[in-house]
């Protein structure tokens, strides 16, 4: 079976439309801007899929290396990246790695991972591994930036239904199985082919969801100093209902 993000790249993109990846990036310097102990100048962009955000960054000036698992999704990004212009593909390297078994040619200033890569990682284990990666890589004091579903999302939004989606020549379906923290999804896609008739793809992913308890304990094991959990790209106070958590940490180097 088919890892899903290589069936689901050619939509990604328009699927996820709603996210403004703009002021995503506004909040990501900010935080550049208030706990970053230098000027922020190259950046590492894990999991970076389509490249919307490595993009959006290289835009404003940064050095950007985007790691993504599936070539499909770094196909996009790399055609994204020529079509944007002025340069901005130069500014990027991109890298068909693991997040939990990546390797750089020197260190960043600061990681970003958006859109709960981290969720995806099939335990501890597997975090704390991808955490001590991320720390071998930041310079001193460099900023950690992830987010994470939250477990209210699993159990309210997720749960155990299922959605459907649907594009000119597509129409996927996306099933969900929830139990003990984890969420087994199940996608079906249906693609249009030249003769006019429709292929049949099939993919399973996995979701775990992690406490902040849990992410702060291993962050600080790989050697990171907490910042803090927010509600938003940009800060905020936790209410207990968010459906995603935004999280700043620090990378300390003896």
């Known amino acids: 079976m088919p890892d899903i993000y290589s069936i689901l790249a050619p939509y990604y993109d328009e699927w996820n439309a709603e996210i403004d990846y703009a002021a995503w990036a506004d909040g990501i310097e900010g935080f550049f801007a208030k706990y970053a102990e230098g000027k922020v100048a190259d950046v590492l962009d894990l999991a970076c899929g389509t490249g919307r955000m490595t993009i959006e960054l290289a835009k404003r000036g940064y050095d950007m290396i985007g790691v993504d698992r599936s070539p499909e999704m770094l196909d996009f990004a790399r055609t994204a990246a020529e079509e944007a212009g002025e340069g901005i593909s130069s500014r990027i390297l991109w890298l068909l790695q693991e997040m939990t078994a990546f390797e750089l040619y020197g260190t960043v200033d600061a990681v970003v991972c958006c859109l709960d890569p981290v969720n ?28 994470v579903n939250t477990k209210h999302k ?17 129409y996927c379906t996306w099933e969900n199985r929830y139990a ?12 249009e082919e030249e003769t006019g008739k429709y292929r049949r793809y099939e ?35 936790l209410t207990g209902d968010e459906d995603r958590w935004y999280i700043a940490a620090r990378a300390k180097k003896d």
Not at 125 to 133: A, I, N
Not at 180 to 191: E, K, P, Q, Y
């Open 120 to 147: 995806h990682l099939s335990g501890v284990s597997d975090l704390g591994r991808c955490f001590s990666l991320v720390h071998n890589y930041l310079n001193p004091d460099g900023l950690f930036l992830f987010d």
């Open 154 to 170: 699993f159990e309210t939004v997720y749960a155990d239904r299922t959605y459907a989606f649907e594009a000119p020549g597509v």
């Open 180 to 191: 003990r923290g984890v969420c087994d999804f199940h996608i079906t896609l249906f693609r």
């Open 203 to 237: 993919a399973n992913e996995r979701e775990r969801a992690y406490s902040i308890r849990t992410l702060k304990i291993e962050l600080e094991k790989a050697g990171f100093e907490w910042i803090g959990a927010y509600p938003t790209p940009s800060g905020g106070t």
